[in-house]
């Protein structure tokens, strides 16, 4: 697993990796239909769509409109401007908080210094025009005290290499002569406002100001003139640092070879980091080994860059200050990873320690999000895929940041305290505590066997519609891409995953639980379902038949069991894992010609309670379902098991199944996979946390079920 490839005679020498230039994508056809908030709409999407231009929700936009007070009826002038929130790429004209410009501008009186940063942020809300729930954020005052009509903030990569190099004023310079300023870094708020409109002031020749250690802020009198200069200053710097990247190779060289076998070390490591990030909610993980991350972890450079930590804001809170970085060489020793978490969290601490303030809210997490390893990639871990994936890209942009940095002079990451300072600023507190608690199962994964099928799919909808991650695996790749492709659209496509995986094939079920290691992080919760149905009398059971029983649903289960049992074990510090075997009234009640089929349920249901009594000592709790006649949407009642059953109840036609098996319970109610998805996903959640080696009975009641 360790193994590692001879380097490519070229890779020493690979070119850097450029950044991307920019164009307009502006259609005068679609802008001429706009109206003005509309047409700063469509430019901020255009803007933050194209991730050549900025970061995942980077940046902010505003426009100074003429607007009729719906109080007086006067004509008067409204600062549209992104609000608190969401993403300059994807956001609705609902996202602008709309703010009445004379009122910003006269919370000046308010404001004494530096110290009034967080008083000015209170007083946003008086200036609200026309009701607007929207909250205005703290980079208002930005837009605000700038005397022009059309403002852009971005963050590309390629100015913030600018803007957090020992270099980057220089190189200002050399790209813009004079047409370009430059303010040293200060935190956002209300004092980089004014420092910026006494700078602009100062210098009236200038059309926009780097903001050192942070981004760009640039305007004009038209929302096409700014868009174009946004897109226009941002190519400038990508082609100026892309002629200079392609000079030497980046970040000092390849030092490390890329390892072939880096998706299946992920896969084994990223499980066993996250069992060592105790102390907190669960972590999804995200692996990601593109050219960007392999560049750099390989480099010369990776050790002292790593540790320099991020520079811009919006990476570092997405990143935290620093990653945490492994030797390749000791993935496989348990006690190195323990230590080197350990320590990391250690730092973390002693970083709040030093940077605290009297009324700094409580340390949060300190475990690291962004991890790096040599040859392998880079993994990050969070409370949620989504967060987990964003922190990646963010870290992704760092090392954008820093190839150009480097390229121009050094790299400079923001100074701790500052970042202290950003992380637990008070206000941020605030947000974060009026945020609503987590759905229950956010931070779980699962894997679901036949998760195309009735019962699975409805199993991973229940867990997913409380926050749960989910790998679907099942032996039809159509159908569960098909399922895949629909979970993507209703829960996010970072909720779900398909595996194509036969539960009785040993190398398809360990490369469906690497895969659920290497796309979420590892696994909690277990849910074998995949199943198959028979009826034939004793005398006309054959060997075929009976073994097909067996190897699906009693090996099938074992298989599936022995293949987590390592990944599940692994969290019991955070409150231990479940296994929900999908069973059957047949596994407890003797059913006529079915005896293939009804004795392997049988056998899987005592191997549960078997694997109950194995796991508790590791915190893994099993359990069973057992449905009877679960019709409606059920595979396994298409076809032949349908007509072998309706004629070994003596019906003439399949349809008039449904109805008997309805009138054949004592509560005389059909049985869907609903409700089967209930009664796992109370098995599988904290709420049975202490319940192992039961089963439950959904099936609308069946007297020779019961369980005794
Ligand atoms: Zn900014």
């Known amino acids: 697993m360790d193994t590692i490839t001879a380097p490519a005679p070229e890779a020493a020498s690979a070119p850097a990796i450029p950044f991307a230039v920019p164009a307009s994508r502006w259609d005068e056809s679609v802008a001429a239909t706009l109206s003005p908030p509309q047409l700063l709409l469509y430019r901020s999407n255009l803007l933050g769509s194209d991730l050549t231009v900025t970061n995942f929700g980077g940046g902010n936009t505003s426009a100074k409109l003429e607007e009729v007070d719906p109080l007086t009826g006067e004509t008067v002038e409204v600062l549209w401007v992104k609000g608190s929130g969401g993403d300059i790429g994807s956001m609705k004209l609902d996202g602008f908080a709309t703010l009445y410009q004379h009122k910003l501008l006269g919370l000046e009186a308010h404001y004494a210094g530096p110290e009034d940063d967080d008083k000015m942020v209170g007083y946003l809300p008086h200036c609200t025009f026309n009701l607007n729930a929207r909250a205005a954020s703290i980079d208002t005052p930005l837009h605000s005290l700038l005397p022009f009509a059309h403002v852009d903030h971005v963050h590309p990569d390629a100015i913030i290499a600018l803007a957090a190099s020992s270099g980057g004023e220089a190189a200002t310079q050399e790209i813009w002569g004079g047409r370009i300023g430059w303010l040293p870094w200060k935190r956002p708020g209300y004092t980089l406002g004014v420092m910026l409109r006494d700078y602009v002031a100062a210098n009236p020749e200038v059309e926009g100001v780097m903001l050192a250690g942070h981004g760009i802020i640039c305007w004009a009198d038209s929302a096409r003139a700014c868009y174009e200069h946004s897109v226009g200053l941002i190519a400038d710097a990508a082609n100026y640092l892309n002629a200079k990247l392609a000079q030497k190779p980046a970040f000092g060289g390849a030092a490390v070879p890329v390892s072939a076998d880096r998706a299946a070390i992920a896969a084994g490591l990223m499980p066993r980091l996250r069992a060592l990030m105790t102390g907190a909610r669960r972590k999804l993980g995200h692996f990601s080994d593109d050219a960007e991350a392999l560049e750099f972890v390989n480099s010369a450079q990776f050790q002292r860059l790593a540790d320099l930590g991020t520079s811009c804001p919006d990476h570092f809170l997405r990143t935290k200050i620093a990653p945490l970085t492994l030797d ?143 790998l679907l695996a099942d032996r039809d790749a159509a159908a569960v891409e098909e399922v895949r492709a629909g979970f993507a659209r ?161 019906i003439d036609s399949g349809r008039e199944l449904e109805e008997h098996y309805r009138q054949r319970s004592m509560l005389k109610r059909d049985v869907l996979p609903s409700d089967i998805a209930e009664a796992v996903y109370f098995l599988a959640g904290d709420q049975s946390a202490k319940s192992t080696g039961n089963m439950i009975n959904v099936d609308a009641g069946n007297a020779q079920a019961f369980t005794r």
Not at 511 to 528: C, N, S
Not at 580 to 594: D, E, L, M, P, Q
Not at 596 to 606: F, P, R
């Open 328 to 470: 390749p060489a000791r993935l496989g020793d348990d006690a190195y990873l323990a230590e080197k978490v350990a320590a990391y969290r250690d730092l973390y601490a002693a970083y709040y320690q030093r940077c605290k303030r009297s009324n700094s809210p409580a340390m949060r997490d300190p475990n690291p999000v962004v991890v790096l390893v040599p040859g392998v990639g880079r993994i990050t871990f969070a409370a949620d895929k989504t967060t987990a994936r964003l922190a990646g890209e963010f870290y992704g942009n760092a090392i954008n940041v820093m190839r150009g940095a480097e390229a121009i002079g050094d790299y400079i990451a923001l100074n701790e305290q500052e970042a202290f300072d950003i992380e637990y600023w008070l206000l941020e507190e605030a947000k974060l505590q009026r945020m609503p608690a987590p759905r229950p199962l956010v931070g779980r994964i699962a894997l679901v066997t036949g998760g195309a099928g009735g019962i699975g799919a409805a199993t991973a909808a229940r867990l997913m519609a409380d926050g749960a991650c989910v």
């Open 490 to 650: 209703q829960f996010g496509r970072d909720a779900v995953r398909a595996a194509v995986c036969d539960v009785t094939d040993e190398a398809q079920v360990a490369d469906a639980f690497a895969f659920a290691a290497r796309e979420f992080g590892g696994l909690d919760i277990l849910v074998a379902n995949a199943g198959i149905a028979s009826s034939a009398p004793i005398e006309e059971t054959t060997i075929e038949l009976w073994n097909r029983n067996y190897d699906v649903l009693a090996q099938g289960y074992f298989l599936t069991s022995r293949a987590a049992w390592p990944l599940l074990r692994g969290m019991k510090e955070q409150g231990g894992s479940s296994v929900v075997f999908i069973g059957s009234k047949n596994g407890v009640a003797a059913a006529t010609n079915a005896s293939a089929y009804a004795s392997a349920k049988a056998a899987a249901n005592h191997l549960a309670r078997c694997l109950a009594l194995e796991g508790a000592p590791h915190g893994i709790r099993v359990n069973v379902v057992n449905p009877d006649a679960v019709i409606k949407g059920s595979r396994i009642w298409d076809g032949d098991w349908r007509k072998e059953r309706a004629g070994a109840h003596g």
